[in-house]
Structures are given as structure tokens and as C-alpha cells.
């Protein structure tokens, strides 16, 4: 990965006389000496590489040339005997590709330092807020500390100009993002072959997870979304507690994480190894209109014009399972959209003034029906990479049509048996 053209991107976009301030992030304390999974902020792994607590970066355009500086945790042999080796120097800079490294407990007064001698006139802060009701995140808080003390200086959002760099894709991240899928597939796989009626949700769950762990993903990409039955008419269900019965149906939402790069895939299987007809006809809509959407997407659509072909054919299919009588109605069964960025986030940013595709966005193409009085959900998800003249599917060797599916899973079970 080359960190250094992705900041020099961030930078071009940065007037003269503006600071950019970058934290990664600190733990958060849960209960006594119990902290939550440390997650780094993903612009600073953007644009860093590195993924480690109590780190920043400054990138200074009030001088000329423009300087770039990381600071880390200086070592501490005590500490470390009990929680880990941190990040030296020479690591850092080795990942980084930034040559100006500093200990964290000096960057106030660096900062301190930069106001007082630079011309600097507005300072960059990541205060991105996905929702008013969020808790402020550790870069919002240190962007309010700094406003406080330095009253006469504007403090402005960094968040839009990394996103506009980290929609479109180099070849490094496509191919973490192909590694990612692989062994997705893998886990799904095993999932197939060890469904059957009785089994716990948790169970299906765990078929899919422990290959991925063994295989060399370093986590899930979310939280594992196994809903059987009624279950999988509900759009994030987490539970995954429930007994898989006999004729259901199981929905799996789900992916792998390799180096910081997520799949994103939904597959819906039969329990029992078996669609019956009703199931299949609903299946085969999705299905339709997941293959019309990555054979439609390519760039200079936007992700609205996808989902208006994704309803078109849902409804028509809706219609003649005599479901709904008007197009109009399809959000009674259909009620998200069928795509989005994917990337270090797996629902990755976006910025609103470049929302038509490019060569090199990653997308979800996941279509759904939830239909409650069948007890029937199905959604399935693929992820789509945007070329210079349609799309890829990346996900294209995840089995997805009910007779592929029914024929690997007899397969497993006869291999099972010993026939």
C-alpha cells in the first residue's frame, strides 16, 4: 500500500496555511480492567497503514514543504511484559512511509509550538458523526479541547477530504478485498455442509467462523447474522439463538476480514438441504434481480439508478406471485437499498458530490424480499467491482442458484453417509 500518494492526496486538497490533526484513537475502558476490542479510526489507518491505540498524525501545510510527522507510544519493558510489544519507530516508519516520527507525550507541545511560529490559519480535524444521538469519538474530542485553547483558529472537518480518496480502490485494496471474499466462500461452504434441521443458529454461525479464523482472516467483518425462518425477514438480526426447524429457510449476512478489508455477502439456504416451490419462486426473483444489477452497474450510474432496477424487478416479480398489484407497493417487502460502498468500513464512506460510479468503487449488490406471512426472507449479496466498462463480480464463485446449492449440499451429506 502506498500511504504516501494517499496523503499527498489529502494534501492537495488542503489550503495554504492548514493543519491536519489525525488521531488514531484510545481504548475504551468497559468495567474494571475490562476494555472494549480496540478499533483504530479508519482515516488515520488510511492514510497511515497502522492500526495500534494512542497514535496521531499532523500534516502541516503552513510550511513550505509541507511536513508530515507520526507520533507513537514510547516503549515501555514494563508495560509490555504485561499488555504487548507496541509499535517501535523503525516499524512505524517501515508501514507508514513517514520519516519524522515522535512520542505522543510531545505533540501538544508541538502543537502548541505551531501556532505560536506558523502562520496557520485553520486547522483540520475528523469530527465525522454518523448519527446526533453518537457519543463523541476520541478525534471530536481532541478537535474541542483544541478549539477551546486556541479560540481565534477555525477548526474544520478532515472527514470529506479523505472519503473522496478511500470511494475508489488501488489494486492492493482490491485484492485484500479478494482474499477477504475467498474466504468468505470457504466459510460459507462449510456452513453447507453442516445444515441440517435441529441445529442453533449459534452453530451455523460458528461453521462459518471457525474456517475463516483458521484460514488467516483476522475477524469478521461485522457481527455474524444468522436468521432461520422468521428470523430472516428481520434485517439485522443478531440473536442467532433460535433452533433451525425442518423446511426453513437460513439467512446468512456475513464476511471475512483480511488487513483491514471486509467482504460483505448474503447467501440463504435451505435447512433440510431442499427449497420447497414456494421458496424457490421467491429465491429466484432475488436472484433475478441480483444478476441484473452487476450486469447493469458501471460507472456514471449512481447507486439510485441500481436500486431502481432493483425494484423493477422485484416488483414485477411480486406482482406475479399476486403479492402486490402495483409496483409502488414493493417497499412492503423490499425495504432497503441494494447497494453500497464497501471497504475498511463495510458500509463505506461516501461524499455526496461524487456519487456516480468510477472505475475502482467497490459495491454491494444485495437484494432482498421479506415476506412475514411466509415466513420467508431471502436476500443475496454480492460485491461488485466498478471497471472501466461495467462491473466484476468478486464474489461471482459463492454458489448462488438453488439447483447449485442443493447439489453441494447432497453432496456433503452422501460424503457424510459414505455413499
Same mark, same amino acid.
Given at each position: 500500500m502506498n500511504y504516501q500518494v494517499r496523503r499527498e492526496a489529502v494534501l492537495d486538497q488542503m489550503s495554504?496555511?492548514? @493543519?491536519?490533526?489525525?488521531?488514531? #484513537?484510545?481504548?475504551?475502558?468497559?468495567s474494571a480492567?475490562?476494555?472494549?476490542?480496540?478499533?483504530?479510526? /479508519?482515516?488515520?489507518?488510511?492514510?497511515?497503514?497502522?492500526? /495500534?491505540?494512542?497514535?496521531?498524525?499532523? +500534516?502541516?501545510?503552513?510550511? %513550505?514543504? $509541507?511536513?508530515?510527522?507520526?507520533?507513537? %507510544?514510547?516503549?515501555?519493558?514494563?508495560?509490555?511484559?504485561?499488555? #504487548?510489544?507496541?509499535?517501535?519507530?523503525?516499524?512505524?516508519?517501515?508501514?507508514? #512511509?513517514?520519516?519524522?516520527?515522535q512520542f505522543i507525550d510531545d505533540l501538544d507541545a508541538v502543537i502548541d509550538r505551531k501556532m505560536v511560529r506558523e502562520d496557520i490559519v485553520e486547522v483540520l480535524f475528523d469530527t465525522y458523526?454518523?448519527?446526533?444521538?453518537?457519543?463523541?469519538?476520541?478525534?471530536?474530542?481532541? *478537535?474541542?479541547?483544541?478549539?477551546?485553547? =486556541?479560540?481565534?483558529?477555525?477548526?474544520?472537518?478532515?472527514?470529506?477530504?479523505?472519503? *473522496?480518496?478511500?470511494m475508489w480502490k488501488d489494486?492492493?485494496?482490491?485484492? @485484500?478485498?479478494?482474499?477477504?471474499?475467498?474466504?468468505?466462500?470457504?466459510g460459507l461452504e462449510n456452513v453447507m455442509a453442516g445444515l441440517q434441521p435441529g441445529m442453533k443458529e449459534y452453530q451455523a454461525q460458528a461453521d462459518f467462523e471457525y474456517p475463516i479464523f483458521r484460514n488467516g482472516a483476522e475477524g469478521t467483518a461485522?457481527?455474524?447474522?444468522? #436468521?432461520?425462518?422468521?428470523?430472516?425477514?428481520?434485517?439485522?438480526?443478531?440473536?442467532?439463538?433460535?433452533?433451525?426447524?425442518?423446511?426453513?429457510?437460513?439467512?446468512?449476512?456475513?464476511?471475512?476480514?483480511? %488487513?483491514?478489508?471486509?467482504?460483505?455477502?448474503?447467501?440463504? $439456504?435451505p435447512v433440510n438441504g431442499k427449497y420447497s416451490e414456494r421458496q424457490k419462486q421467491? =429465491?429466484?426473483?432475488?436472484? *433475478?434481480?441480483?444478476?441484473?444489477?452487476?450486469?447493469?452497474?458501471?460507472?456514471? +450510474?449512481?447507486?439510485?439508478?441500481?436500486?431502481?432496477?432493483?425494484?423493477?424487478?422485484?416488483?414485477?416479480g411480486l406482482i406475479g406471485l399476486g403479492l402486490i398489484s402495483d409496483a409502488k407497493e414493493v417497499s412492503k417487502y423490499y425495504m432497503h437499498n441494494v447497494s453500497h460502498h464497501l471497504g475498511i468500513d463495510v458500509h463505506d464512506v461516501t461524499v455526496a458530490a461524487q456519487n456516480k460510479l468510477q472505475p475502482g468503487a467497490i459495491i454491494t449488490d444485495e437484494p432482498g424480499l421479506y415476506i412475514d406471512e411466509w415466513e420467508i426472507g431471502i436476500r443475496i %449479496?454480492?460485491?461488485?467491482?466498478?471497471?472501466?466498462?461495467g462491473a466484476e463480480c468478486l464474489s461471482e464463485e459463492i454458489i448462488r442458484t438453488t439447483e447449485k446449492i442443493e447439489a453441494f449440499m447432497a453432496a456433503k451429506r452422501d460424503n457424510k453417509q459414505g455413499r
Open positions: 495554504k496555511g492548514t @493543519m491536519a490533526v489525525l488521531y488514531s #484513537g484510545i481504548e475504551v475502558h468497559v480492567d475490562s476494555y472494549a476490542p480496540f478499533e483504530a479510526n /479508519r482515516n488515520f489507518f488510511y492514510l497511515t497503514g497502522l492500526r /495500534r491505540e494512542n497514535m496521531a498524525i499532523v +500534516m502541516d501545510k503552513a510550511t %513550505e514543504p $509541507y511536513t508530515v510527522t507520526l507520533f507513537i %507510544e514510547k516503549a515501555d519493558p514494563d508495560a509490555e511484559r504485561w499488555y #504487548g510489544r507496541k509499535v517501535t519507530a523503525e516499524e512505524a516508519g517501515e508501514i507508514s #512511509g513517514i520519516k519524522d516520527i458523526r454518523h448519527s446526533q444521538n453518537d457519543q463523541p469519538d476520541y478525534n471530536s474530542v481532541k *478537535a474541542k479541547e483544541f478549539a477551546e485553547k =486556541y479560540v481565534g483558529c477555525p477548526v474544520r472537518n478532515l472527514f470529506p477530504l479523505v472519503a *473522496a480518496g478511500r489494486e492492493d485494496e482490491v485484492s @485484500m478485498t479478494r482474499e477477504a471474499i475467498r474466504l468468505t466462500r470457504e461485522f457481527p455474524t447474522i444468522a #436468521g432461520s425462518g422468521l428470523n430472516g425477514t428481520m434485517l439485522h438480526y443478531e440473536t442467532n439463538r433460535d433452533t433451525c426447524e425442518d423446511g426453513t429457510l437460513i439467512l446468512l449476512d456475513l464476511g471475512a476480514r483480511v %488487513e483491514g478489508y471486509n467482504a460483505d455477502i448474503t447467501r440463504t $439456504y421467491v =429465491y429466484d426473483i432475488v436472484l *433475478a434481480a441480483n444478476r441484473r444489477v452487476a450486469a447493469e452497474a458501471k460507472p456514471g +450510474m449512481t447507486l439510485k439508478d441500481l436500486n431502481e432496477i432493483c425494484k423493477e424487478v422485484l416488483a414485477e %449479496e454480492d460485491d461488485l467491482l466498478i471497471t472501466d466498462t
